[in-house]
């Protein structure tokens, strides 16, 4: 099965300021988005529910240090990227 993924502007503006920053992480966060649209579940993601004032999304890893939040909508098949950056930053 196969996800769809929505790139809102206020996203995109996230990620060109993330991938300015830290361009040595382009190609593991390129692998990872190409791995969350084929299969979100995938355990080297390391998918999980998010608390408190962000319990509506979930969190996946890009790797120990970055992470990507997203509104993920299992009903509609779509991953909506809300935020990146670093543990601390985005939580």
Do not use: W
């Not at 991938?19 to 390391?46: C, G, V």
């Not at 890893?61 to 970055?66: G, K």
């Amino acid at each position: 099965m196969s996800y769809k993924l929505l790139i809102t502007d206020s996203y995109l503006k996230k990620l060109k300021k993330f991938l300015k920053n830290h361009p040595d992480i382009f190609d593991r966060y390129a692998k990872t988005i190409e791995i969350l649209e084929t299969n979100p579940y995938h355990p080297s993601l390391r998918l999980h529910k998010l608390q408190g004032k962000l319990c509506d999304f979930h969190s996946v890893s890009i790797n120990m240090n970055y992470r990507v939040i997203i509104d993920f909508i299992i009903r509609d098949n779509e991953i909506i990227p809300v935020d990146i950056g670093t543990h601390d930053d985005v939580y």
